[in-house]
C-alpha cells in the first residue's frame, strides 16, 4: 500500500507542478496570439522549432527514456552507484560533445534544412529567409534544453522530481518576459530571445539538486563500459522509433504549410489546449510509474509490474476521457477565452476550434502512449515500440493524404488523421504488452473505461446546454462573458462527472478523495 501511495503522492505533487506549468503555457501563447496572431510570422516562429523539438525527443525522451534510465536504475536497484555512474559520465559526455556538433552543423545548414520542416514557407521569400534567421537564432536553446533533459534523467533516477518538473516552469517564464519585455520592441526576435531564455532556466533550476547526487560527475570517455554499451544498444531502436514519429509530424506540418496561412499556427494552438490534459496527466503518470516499472523488473516482481501499470492506465481514463468530451463541447467557448484577443479574431477562433475537436478524439491516445511505451523500455525492450511506431506513421501519413486530398476536413483532415493513428497505436502497444507480460489487468482497466464514457456522456450534456444557454444570455463579446460561460459550464461539469462517478462507485474516485483527505490531516 506504502508504495502505491507513493506514487499516487509523487503523481499529484507532478501533476500540481504541471498544472502550473500548463497555465503558464497559455499565458504564453495568449500573449504571441494577441501580439503576432496567426499569420506567416508565427509560422515562421513555429517552424523554426521543428528541428530543435526533434533533436530534444530523440536525445531526452528516447535516449534517455529507453537507454539510459533502465540500466542507471537497474544499478541503482542493486546498491551498485558507482557502477551507475561510470556509465553515466561515458553517455553524458558523448551526448554533450555530439550536441555541439549539432549546433555547429544546425547553424550552417539551416537554409537548407527549413524546406524539409515547412515546404509551404519555402514558396514564400520573405516567410523562408524569417524562418531561417529565427532557427539559426534559436540554435543556442537546443544545447540548454538537452542539458536540461540530461539533468532529469539523473534526477527522476534518483526519484527527485521537483526541481525538472520545475524546469517547464521556467522555460515559460523565460519565454513571457521575452514577449513582454523585449516583444514589442524587437518583434518576433524578442520572443526568440526568451526561448533562449527560458531554455537556460529550465536547466539552471535543476543545476543546485544535480550537484547534491551528481559527486560521482566527471567528463569521461569510456567506451569499452558494458553498462554504456548497453545504453547504447537499448536506445538505439528506440531513437529510430521515435525519429520515425517525429518524421510523421513533420509530414503532417509540411501538409499544413500548403493549405491556408496561418494553418500551422492554427493546428498549433489547437495542439496547446489538447497539450493540457496530455502534459499535466500523461506526463505525470508516466514519469512517476517509470522508475517503479524499473525496480520492479530488476527484482523480477512482475505482478506487482502489472498492478503499477493498471494503476497508471486507469487514472488516465478517469481523468481524460471527460478532458476529451469536454473540449469537444467547448471547443469555441476555451479557445475564444485563451485566444482570442488583439490580432487574433473570431474567424482565427473558429479555424482553430475546427482543428480541436478532431484532435481531441485522441487525448486518451496521446496520454496512455507513452506509458505504454515505457513500459516495454522497463523490460529493455526498445525494438517493439520502434516496429509498431513505423506501421502507425505509414498509417497517419496515408490517412492524412486521403483526408486532405479527397475530403473537406481540410486541418480537421491532418488533426483526425493524428487521433486515429494515436489510437491504434495505443490498443497494438497494449496487445503486445499483453503479450510480452503474460497478461494484464485488462478487466480492472475496462470497468474503469466504461464507467468513465457513461460518466463523461452524462456530463458533455450538461455543459453543453449550459455553455449554449449562457451563450444566448451573455453573449461572448467580452472577455468576462468568456471566462463566466468557460468557468460556470467547466465547473458544473466537473461536479456532474465526480456525482457520477460516486454513484459509479469508481474506485479513482474514492482513492482521490482519501489522497485529498490524508493530505489535510
Not at 535543476?206 to 566527471?218: H, L, Y
Not at 478517469?318 to 474567424?347: C, D, H, S, W, Y
Request: with cysteine.
Amino acid at each position: 500500500m506504502s508504495q502505491k501511495n507513493n506514487i499516487k503522492k509523487t503523481a499529484f505533487l507532478l501533476m500540481m507542478i504541471n498544472l502550473l506549468s500548463r497555465f503558464l503555457g497559455f499565458i504564453r501563447e495568449m500573449i504571441i496570439a494577441k501580439v503576432f496572431g496567426r499569420n506567416s510570422v508565427t509560422d515562421a516562429f513555429f517552424a523554426a522549432f521543428t528541428i530543435p523539438d526533434v533533436m530534444y525527443d530523440l536525445l531526452v525522451v528516447g535516449a534517455l527514456s529507453s537507454g539510459f534510465m533502465p540500466v542507471f536504475n537497474e544499478h541503482l536497484a542493486k546498491d551498485d552507484e558507482e557502477g551507475a555512474w561510470k556509465a553515466a559520465n561515458t553517455f553524458i559526455t558523448v551526448a554533450i560533445i555530439f550536441i555541439v556538433v549539432f549546433n555547429i552543423l544546425y547553424y550552417a545548414l539551416a537554409r537548407y534544412l527549413v524546406p524539409l520542416v515547412a515546404i509551404g514557407n519555402a514558396k514564400d521569400p520573405a516567410t523562408y529567409a524569417l524562418t531561417v534567421k529565427l532557427t539559426r537564432f534559436m540554435t543556442v536553446s537546443v544545447s540548454f534544453a538537452v542539458f536540461a533533459g540530461l539533468s532529469m534523467g539523473v534526477l527522476n533516477s534518483y526519484k527527485i522530481f521537483t526541481a525538472p518538473a520545475l524546469g517547464p516552469v521556467m522555460y515559460n517564464v523565460g519565454i513571457i518576459l521575452g514577449a513582454i519585455i523585449l516583444g514589442g520592441k524587437f518583434g518576433i526576435y524578442g520572443l526568440a530571445t526568451g526561448v533562449i531564455l527560458g531554455s537556460m532556466l529550465n536547466f539552471g533550476i535543476q543545476v543546485p539538486s544535480f550537484i547534491k547526487v551528481g559527486k560521482r560527475f566527471r567528463l569521461k570517455l569510456d567506451t569499452q563500459n558494458e553498462s554504456y554499451k548497453r545504453m547504447l544498444k537499448l536506445m538505439g531502436p528506440a531513437i529510430f522509433g521515435l525519429a520515425i514519429m517525429r518524421i510523421n509530424l513533420v509530414v503532417n506540418q509540411n501538409i499544413a504549410s500548403l493549405l491556408d496561412q496561418g494553418s500551422i499556427t492554427g493546428l498549433r494552438y489547437a495542439q496547446r489546449i489538447i497539450m493540457l490534459p496530455v502534459g499535466i496527466f500523461g506526463a505525470s503518470v508516466s514519469t512517476a510509474i517509470f522508475p517503479t516499472l524499473n525496480a520492479h523488473i530488476a527484482r523480477k516482481e512482475y505482478e506487482e509490474y502489472k498492478t503499477v501499470i493498471s494503476q497508471g492506465l486507469r487514472t488516465l481514463i478517469f481523468i481524460t476521457i471527460p478532458a476529451t468530451v469536454g473540449l469537444m463541447v467547448l471547443n469555441k467557448p476555451v479557445v475564444r477565452l485563451l485566444f482570442k484577443t488583439g490580432k487574433f479574431t473570431e474567424q482565427d477562433v473558429l479555424f482553430t476550434a475546427y482543428a480541436l475537436v478532431f484532435y481531441a478524439i485522441g487525448i486518451l491516445a496521446l496520454c496512455s502512449v507513452p506509458v505504454l511505451i515505457r513500459c516495454f523500455y522497463s523490460l529493455q525492450d526498445t525494438i517493439t515500440p520502434a516496429k509498431i511506431g513505423l506501421g502507425i506513421v505509414i498509417f497517419n501519413i496515408t490517412l492524412n493524404l486521403i483526408f486532405v486530398k479527397f475530403s473537406n476536413l481540410a486541418i480537421g483532415g491532418i488533426a483526425l488523421a493524428n487521433s486515429l493513428a494515436s489510437l491504434l497505436q495505443m490498443f497494438v502497444l497494449y496487445k503486445v504488452l499483453s503479450i510480452k507480460a503474460k497478461g494484464l489487468k485488462t478487466r480492472e482497466v475496462m470497468i474503469t473505461f466504461v464507467k468513465s464514457i457513461v460518466a463523461a456522456l452524462i456530463m458533455g450534456a450538461v455543459v453543453y446546454l449550459t455553455s449554449y444557454g449562457m451563450d444566448k444570455v451573455l453573449g461572448n463579446a467580452s472577455k468576462l462573458a468568456q471566462l463566466i460561460n468557460a468557468g460556470v459550464s467547466i465547473g458544473i461539469g466537473v461536479i456532474v462527472y465526480v456525482t457520477c462517478a460516486y454513484l459509479l462507485k469508481m474506485e479513482e474516485l474514492q482513492d482521490a478523495i482519501k489522497m485529498i483527505k490524508k493530505r489535510r490531516k
